[in-house]
């Protein structure tokens, strides 16, 4: 068995796309995943799966399936255990002194950028807030609050060419100790 937590982009944000955790929860067991678990209403969920379908199926699988259900469409981020345990001790702002840890962000990419796009966003530079970009995450330090920030989903969705969604250093944490489990 396998422990994947899937990262859903824009539900119940200002009262759009409205899906509550408990019915999302059934709608993951009705596909065949076990120890179903969702964080906060913001679409984390935590499940296992003993199939053989990749992390892009499994998106897939997922998307159609809330499609069919809630008649809008959900972009969904897959990345198993030890993903996420790797991004918690991969941040690069931790290592410096004076970050505070509630104004650190990972915003999840959906797929690797492309070597063209991931150079050409180096070039964009929005003091104080700051990024750094490691394979298929991107980590934030925003010390004005990721509200005030340009350094959005619609940012890096336009400029690497690919899906993404951000969760607060907090949540991601409490995603790797509830897929530890």
């Known amino acids: 068995m396998t422990t994947y937590i899937s990262i859903l982009r824009g539900i119940n944000v200002s009262g759009q796309k409205k899906v509550l955790m408990a019915d999302l929860k059934e709608l993951y067991a009705s596909l065949g995943f076990t120890e179903v678990t969702t964080y906060i209403q913001s679409g984390n969920v935590i499940f296992k799966t003993s199939g053989d379908l990749s992390a892009g199926d499994l998106c897939n699988k997922i998307e159609k399936a809330i499609e069919g259900r809630y008649k809008f469409q959900v972009p969904v981020i897959i990345r198993n255990a030890g993903e996420i345990n790797a991004i918690l001790s991969s941040n690069p702002f931790l ?83 509830l897929a530890s489990f």
């Open 95 to 177: 290592a410096e002194k004076g970050i505070d840890p509630e104004r650190l962000h990972v915003t999840f990419l959906g797929k690797d950028p492309q070597p063209s796009e991931l150079s050409a966003i180096l070039k964009f530079d929005y003091p104080p807030d700051r990024f750094a970009i490691i394979g298929k995450e991107v980590y934030l330090y925003c010390p004005g609050g990721y509200g005030n920030t340009k350094l959005s989903n619609s940012f890096f969705e336009n400029k690497l060419k690919v899906t993404a969604t951000t969760r607060n250093w907090k949540t991601v944490g409490k995603l790797a100790e």
